[in-house]
């Protein structure tokens, strides 16, 4: 079964074209259904909602804290707890630009901050020398954040989720009222990125692992999987059941959540030639899980058919991020560009992304994240945020 990045980017849109995101406490309107940067749709309550606590260790070497956020997945929804660390270095102010990292599924926070050799591969590293606070976040069903009923944590809630997030980041909730906030999601988080951005709030959005559109569905898998093999007839391979999964089989939460059989990332996430050993080691020590809900969408995704197809493409682009967007792949990513396995190949994506050399799907753990970490804050500065 295909991966479906475009084409459910596309049913996401036309979802939100249809009043789906509404429901979620969307801010719909002419302008592509979304507000204005800085300007935020209604949601939970303005005050209270965040909790300290304490100190948070991090291999980036800035100064962290860590907080839980009370979120609910929709406006009507019980209440969870999400968990994110903001780390700078020296004071904290209004002015101070903070990205809010999303990771992708089957990670968690990790991603941002990654233990081994965090001079070449911590973000938050990188991002806080250059003077940004950053909030690197569990996103809802992951890492120390609650786990709630997989079968209904997707991408719209997921973005519900870190816009209630950014209202706090405004609002003043950790101290400062920051005044600029960038979303930064990688692969699943892109697209929750994509989906937080509709609500309103930000003032630029970055995507890796995820391209842009570019016509066709040039970005999605062919039939044979990441790496190639069939998978044996299994539609969610390379990943099974966490219940099955000897790192997760006695949660009590790991009904419904799936995460990847021992031993298949280096095929899904890496490509060979861009990582070193050492890092697949780490990848299966801190691999996380990741819902049903999510797992179905981007390996099914819309159907081809049923008469969407331009009009979805039409409702993918009205609701694309109306706030600057940076797009950025690994040049030998094997889940977005798996038929030609090599990104620079597919007419027109030089043109609409960053290629990253020396690296597969997970850019932060190959040999380019450095080269992608110095072109996301050239990025932001050439957007005036620095």
């Known amino acids: 079964m295909a991966w479906a990045w475009a084409r459910l980017r596309n049913g996401l849109a036309a979802a939100a074209a249809a009043g789906t995101l509404a429901a979620c406490g969307a801010a719909t309107g002419e302008a592509g259904g979304t507000r204005p940067a800085g300007e935020a749709s209604a949601g939970p309550p303005r005050t209270g909602g965040v909790t300290p606590i304490g100190t948070a260790e991090s291999p980036s070497g800035a100064t962290c804290r860590g907080f839980h956020f009370t979120v609910r997945q929709t406006p009507s929804g019980g209440p969870h707890r999400v968990y994110g660390e903001l780390c700078a270095r020296g004071e904290v102010t209004p002015d101070t630009p903070v990205q809010v990292l999303l990771h992708g599924g089957a990670y968690d926070h990790s991603y941002w901050d990654w233990p081994y050799k965090p001079e070449r591969y911590s973000y938050v590293r990188h991002a806080t020398l250059a003077g940004f606070a950053t909030l690197n976040l569990d996103r809802l069903g992951y890492g120390r954040s609650d786990r709630p009923d997989p079968e209904r944590l997707g991408f719209e809630a997921g973005g519900y989720v870190v816009h209630q997030v950014v209202r706090y980041l405004r609002e003043g909730a950790l101290g400062p009222r920051f005044r600029t906030v960038v979303l930064n999601g990688h692969s699943m988080g892109g697209l929750v990125a994509e989906r937080a951005a509709a609500h309103g709030g930000v003032d630029a959005v970055i995507i890796s692992g995820i391209g842009p559109d570019v016509g066709g569905d040039a970005e999605d898998e062919d039939e044979t999987g990441p790496g190639g093999g069939s998978g044996e007839g299994d539609r969610y391979h390379p990943f099974h059941p966490a219940t099955q999964d000897p ?17 298949t990332r280096p095929g899904i996430f890496l490509a060979e030639g861009t990582y070193e050993k ?58 977005a560009c798996a038929r030609t396995r090599d990104c620079a190949a597919i007419p027109g994506m030089r043109d609409a992304a960053y290629l990253v050399p020396r690296s597969g799907h997970s850019i932060n753990v190959s040999k380019g994240a450095p080269d992608f970490f110095r072109h996301t804050i050239s990025w932001l500065a050439a957007q005036g945020i620095s």
Do not use: C, H, M
Request: without cysteine.
């Open 247 to 263: 790192k997760f089989a006695g949660a009590s939460w790991a009904k419904g959540y799936y995460t990847t059989r021992p031993g």
């Open 278 to 335: 050492a890092v697949a080691r780490y990848e299966e020590a801190l691999k996380d899980t990741l819902t049903a809900a999510e797992l179905r969408a981007v390996r099914s995704g819309p159907d081809d058919d049923g008469g969407r197809g331009e009009s979805a493409r039409a409702a993918a682009e009205s609701a694309a991020p109306q706030v600057p967007t940076l797009y950025a792949l690994g040049r030998r990513d094997l889940i």
